[in-house]
């Protein structure tokens, strides 16, 4: 768990990396603020995940007991 | 099933082209814009479908030979998967639909028969809760699964050629390929469909898992 949790965290700090990189050199994106909406969207799947993991841990606890 | 580096693989593929599908460059489009985007979310729920009915058909097949419990309810597990990752591209397709060919439900014959598809899969659930006994439950549906399969692909890639469709690839439509699927699209198109078929993959194992740890339980 504490493998998974670090992974996340560090594709967390990636994305600032996104956020102030000139990947798009489009001023709309900076102007039409799509990386707040892109921040929430990740935010939602990592939550997600994260959910599916803990799941996974669950039953791998269950199943050792079974 | 149980390992962990294949769920990791999924949700990195996942976010990654999520963050993508937003932010990379598209090319300009007529009617579509920037609504091509979908391709990245819309799509690859309907690949991740077709590879859960996939696994479906697998061990319904295997079931018939084996006999075993836990191959059937690997079958229905999976479809249970895919008709969520189904329901989720009909609506997603409709709302697309929506702001782009004017109407949510065009009658495009490829949206009847999509939603006929899943007509057909809800049937299968329909007709497993109708009978009792467990053994008689296993094999009729299996063999109805095997039918129902080759049905969905037939509704969902040959009859939609045959006739005109607004959906691309279809009724002398050209595909995505043909003209705007460019290279930038294709790096995240393909990672989006893997990371959701992984995904769905993983859904479907921890439902078999929690169904097999159920069965334990009530025969203990």
Redesign the interface.
């Known amino acids: 768990m504490k ?2 949790s670090a ?2 965290l560090m ?1 967390l700090s990636c ?1 600032g990396l ?1 956020a102030q990189g000139n ?2 050199a ?1 001023s709309l ?1 900076a102007s039409g603020k ?2 707040v ?2 921040v929430c ?2 935010l939602i ?2 939550g997600l ?1 994260f959910f ?2 803990s ?2 841990r669950r ?2 606890k ?2 050792r007991n ?1 | 099933m149980y390992k962990t580096w294949w769920k990791i693989i999924a949700s990195v593929l996942v976010i990654y082209s999520t963050v993508w599908g937003f932010l990379s460059s598209t090319p300009q489009l007529p009617i579509l814009h920037e609504s091509i985007r979908n391709l990245y979310f819309h799509v690859p729920m309907w690949f991740g479908m077709i590879v859960l009915f996939s696994i479906s058909v697998f061990y319904s097949v295997k079931y018939l030979g084996s006999g075993k419990a836990e191959d059937d309810i690997r079958a229905v597990e999976s479809v249970n998967v895919g008709i969520v990752y189904g329901m989720l591209g009909i609506v997603t397709g409709a709302i697309w639909a929506r702001f782009t060919w004017g109407q949510a439900w065009s009658f495009d014959v490829k949206q009847n028969f999509a939603a006929i598809a899943l007509l057909l899969y809800f049937a299968y659930l329909i007709l497993r809760n109708a009978i009792d006994e467990e053994q008689k439950r296993a094999k009729i549906s299996a063999i109805y699964n095997i039918f129902a399969f080759p049905i969905m692909v037939v509704l969902l890639f040959v009859l939609p050629r045959l006739s005109d469709s607004l959906h691309p690839g279809n009724g002398g439509n050209p595909g995505f390929n043909a003209y705007d699927l460019d290279s930038r699209m294709r790096m995240v198109f393909y990672p989006a469909c893997l990371g959701w078929i992984l995904i769905g993959y993983w859904i479907y194992t921890l439902k078999y898992r929690i169904r097999t740890l159920e069965k334990k339980q009530i025969s203990a």
């Open positions: 493998k998974i992974t996340l594709l994305l996104y990947i798009t489009d994106y799509i990386y909406v892109v969207v990740v799947l990592l995940i599916l993991f799941m996974d039953l791998k269950l199943e079974a």
